[in-house]
């Protein structure tokens, strides 16, 4: 059975960092697409960022390029979404999800996901 689990999400001060993990059993995560995707109140879901199974290849939304970076530890099978300089716009819930696709965000749908993680981002 593939469990996603995330935590790591709160209340944060603008401009202060979060890490968000996704910590991932029931599959080899080298061998899977891991991604970060999130959804605010009242707007669609989007993807954040995604490492690929293959070469870790990244890929970040363009609001997040330089502020956020995904990264894998393999031998704590954990996917972790370090955040900088947070703005009250990066408030959402944040979801991580994962594929045995050779995929990036920017495709749907993803196979696995986790419930999700709050990030509040407010002063």
């Known amino acids: 059975q593939v469990q996603l689990v995330e935590s790591g999400g709160g209340l944060v001060q603008p401009g202060g960092s979060l890490r968000l993990s996704c910590r991932i059993s029931g599959i080899m995560i080298d061998f899977h697409s891991v991604a970060w995707f999130r959804q605010a109140p009242g707007k669609e879901r989007e993807g954040v960022a995604s490492?690929?199974?293959?070469?870790?290849?990244?890929d970040y939304t363009d609001s997040v390029k330089g502020r956020f970076t995904i990264h894998r530890d393999s031998a704590d099978s954990t996917v972790y979404l370090q955040m900088h300089s947070l703005t009250p716009d990066d408030t959402a819930t944040y979801y991580c999800?994962?594929?045995?696709?050779?995929?990036?965000?920017?495709?749907?749908?993803?196979?696995?996901w986790g419930q999700g993680t709050q990030v509040t981002v407010s002063s």
């Open positions: 490492i690929m199974n293959k070469d870790s290849i990244t």
């Open positions: 999800a994962a594929d045995p696709r050779l995929i990036a965000i920017w495709t749907t749908p993803w196979t696995n």
